[in-house]
């Protein structure tokens, strides 16, 4: 049996899609079309991949990078896609067309701009037509038209090449077919707020001003080496890799034990928010600050849930039009004391005072710490000069990176700082949910007792996420 669903409501579709395999090729097979219908310039209807089927295909060579026939099955299902995409836009264009390549679409379309046909000459067409990879010396230019005549030349490098900006040129489509829709009075109230609403301005970009520092190494619940001794040869951490960041106080528990009241949040303005990454979320006037999950039955709307890591006392998940919201996913947290004025979940600041501080960097390995701090994240720390009790005393409940020696060994851990159990003696507690706490001698006065000593203590301020 080969059922066939038609529908033009994308959240049945969506609900539809979400029962069948992640991947089109498996059991039971399927496939996404988008119907093109009859026009002015196309006098007999036809189908075209839906951008589901291309991810696949995508998805599919990645995994398979030098294989040539999946490289030209990927290419072929963009260049469906966007060739038809564009000459649905031209639907009263009284010049028939046959069988169009991109670049007589790209010029068809430039031509209405240019003699000011409505709703040609709006901003998404303008920016359609000025995007660098639909210039005829592009190579996704080139390629694409190349594989309308001769698909069977595309090479594997070719098909990166049309993969790395289609994304962008899918969204530039989008918005166009938006705009033509309701110029043509096709768009219903719900279709409206799904295309043509407006995102919140982002966040004044805040420039660290921070050169690299040192990268010490590797440390974990238990590392068998002193990594607070003495940085690799020319390793450092490089600010920069972070990107355009703007920078949040957080002022409610919704993030749980990965960003407490009174810290601050590193926020990317220039990644994409993944199901399930922590999140800076504009909507309207209103900041929140939570983890962000898709809805796969209702791709119109995002979910806005609170992690009760820290404490049940959280708001309750919130679902708002993902059209309406940006999403800015957070990538390091900086762990100030501070005070934040105003009423919202999180409010901008312009700088974290832990920055000023001398500042290390060690790698987070295994996942001991999460979810405060997970495998591959990179830690900043402070080394503490002086080990007196009252210096230790201080960072009781902190998060440290310790290094102990017992009977001629040398271990760094990353723990919690916990309370003095006997004098001179204290507890190195796990930071996240999994690992064991251990004692520590804290004063020379003491004596061995049989446990490791503390050599070396630095404080953690804070944790950036690992990008890779």
């Given at each position: 049996?080969?059922?066939?669903i038609?529908?033009n409501?994308?959240?049945?579709v969506a609900s539809?899609r979400?029962?069948?395999?992640d991947?089109s090729?498996?059991t039971?097979?399927?496939h996404a079309?988008t119907l093109?219908?009859?026009?002015?310039s196309r006098?007999t209807?036809?189908?075209?991949p839906?951008?589901?089927?291309?991810f696949d295909r995508?998805?599919e060579w990645?995994?398979?990078?030098?294989?040539?026939a999946?490289?030209q099955?990927?290419?072929?299902?963009?260049?469906l896609?966007v060739?038809?995409?564009l000459?649905d836009l031209?639907a009263?264009d009284?010049?028939?067309m046959h069988k169009?390549t991109l670049a007589?679409?790209?010029?068809s379309v430039?031509?209405?701009h240019?003699?000011g046909e409505?709703?040609f000459e709006e901003?998404?067409?303008q920016?359609?037509?000025?995007?660098?990879?639909?210039r005829?010396s592009?190579?996704f230019?080139?390629i694409?038209?190349k594989?309308?005549h001769?698909l069977h030349?595309v090479?594997?490098h070719?098909?990166g090449?049309?993969a790395?900006p289609?994304?962008e040129?899918?969204?530039?489509?989008?918005?166009?077919?938006a705009s033509?829709?309701?110029f043509?009075g096709r768009?219903t109230?719900?279709?409206?707020d799904?295309?043509?609403a407006?995102?919140p301005?982002?966040?004044a970009r805040v420039?660290?001003?921070?050169?690299?520092?040192?990268?010490?190494g590797e440390?974990?619940a238990?590392s068998h080496?002193?990594?607070?001794?003495?940085a690799?040869?020319d390793?450092?951490f490089?600010?920069?890799?972070?990107?355009?960041?703007a920078?949040?106080?957080v002022?409610?528990?919704?993030?749980?034990?990965l960003?407490?009241?009174?810290?601050?949040?590193?926020?990317s303005l220039d990644?994409?928010a993944?199901d399930?990454?922590?999140?800076?979320?504009?909507?309207s006037?209103?900041v929140?600050c939570?983890?962000?999950l898709?809805?796969?039955r209702d791709p119109?709307r995002i979910a806005?849930?609170c992690?009760?890591?820290g404490?049940?006392?959280?708001?309750?998940?919130?679902?708002?039009?993902r059209?309406k919201t940006?999403?800015?996913?957070?990538?390091?947290v900086?762990?100030?004391?501070e005070?934040f004025?105003?009423?919202?979940e999180a409010?901008?600041?312009?700088?974290s005072?832990?920055?000023?501080r001398?500042?290390?960097?060690?790698?987070?390995?295994d996942d001991?710490?999460?979810?405060?701090?997970?495998?591959?994240?990179?830690?900043?720390l402070?080394a503490?000069?002086n080990?007196?009790?009252?210096?230790?005393?201080r960072?009781e409940?902190r998060i440290v990176v310790?290094?102990?020696?017992?009977?001629?060994d040398?271990?760094?851990?990353?723990?919690?700082?916990?309370g003095?159990?006997?004098?001179?003696?204290?507890?190195l507690?796990?930071?996240?949910?999994?690992?064991?706490?251990?004692a520590?001698?804290?004063?020379a006065d003491?004596g061995s007792?049989?446990?490791?000593?503390l050599?070396?203590?630095?404080?953690v301020?804070?944790?950036f996420r690992h990008?890779g």
């Amino acid at each position: 049996m080969h059922p066939l669903i038609t529908s033009n409501d994308n959240r049945f579709v969506a609900s539809i899609r979400d029962k069948l395999p992640d991947r089109s090729t498996a059991t039971p097979t399927w496939h996404a079309w988008t119907l093109n219908p009859i026009s002015n310039s196309r006098l007999t209807a036809g189908v075209s991949p839906a951008v589901e089927e291309i991810f696949d295909r995508l998805q599919e060579w990645q995994e398979d990078e030098n294989n040539t026939a999946k490289a030209q099955q990927f290419v072929s299902t963009v260049r469906l896609y966007v060739e038809n995409r564009l000459w649905d836009l031209l639907a009263t264009d009284p010049m028939v067309m046959h069988k169009p390549t991109l670049a007589d679409l790209i010029q068809s379309v430039r031509s209405a701009h240019n003699n000011g046909e409505r709703p040609f000459e709006e901003p998404p067409f303008q920016a359609l037509l000025a995007h660098t990879a639909l210039r005829d010396s592009a190579p996704f230019y080139k390629i694409i038209n190349k594989a309308h005549h001769r698909l069977h030349e595309v090479t594997p490098h070719e098909a990166g090449e049309v993969a790395e900006p289609f994304k962008e040129i899918d969204r530039l489509l989008r918005s166009c077919s938006a705009s033509y829709a309701r110029f043509m009075g096709r768009l219903t109230r719900e279709d409206k707020d799904l295309f043509l609403a407006s995102l919140p301005q982002p966040p004044a970009r805040v420039t660290l001003n921070r050169a690299p520092i040192p990268l010490l190494g590797e440390v974990s619940a238990r590392s068998h080496a002193d990594r607070l001794a003495a940085a690799a040869v020319d390793e450092v951490f490089d600010f920069g890799v972070l990107g355009d960041i703007a920078l949040y106080g957080v002022r409610s528990p919704g993030l749980g034990a990965l960003a407490l009241q009174g810290q601050v949040v590193a926020v990317s303005l220039d990644r994409e928010a993944r199901d399930g990454d922590p999140v800076i979320a504009l909507n309207s006037d209103k900041v929140y600050c939570r983890r962000f999950l898709g809805d796969s039955r209702d791709p119109s709307r995002i979910a806005l849930a609170c992690d009760q890591s820290g404490t049940e006392r959280v708001p309750p998940t919130l679902l708002l039009p993902r059209a309406k919201t940006l999403l800015l996913p957070i990538v390091g947290v900086l762990y100030d004391q501070e005070r934040f004025a105003g009423k919202e979940e999180a409010c901008p600041v312009a700088t974290s005072k832990l920055l000023d501080r001398k500042l290390v960097a060690v790698r987070v390995v295994d996942d001991s710490a999460y979810p405060v701090i997970r495998n591959g994240d990179i830690a900043v720390l402070e080394a503490v000069e002086n080990l007196t009790d009252s210096e230790i005393a201080r960072l009781e409940d902190r998060i440290v990176v310790a290094a102990l020696g017992n009977e001629g060994d040398s271990f760094a851990y990353l723990k919690r700082l916990g309370g003095e159990v006997s004098p001179g003696v204290r507890i190195l507690e796990n930071v996240g949910t999994k690992g064991s706490a251990l004692a520590v001698v804290t004063s020379a006065d003491t004596g061995s007792l049989g446990i490791g000593a503390l050599q070396r203590l630095s404080r953690v301020h804070g944790m950036f996420r690992h990008l890779g």
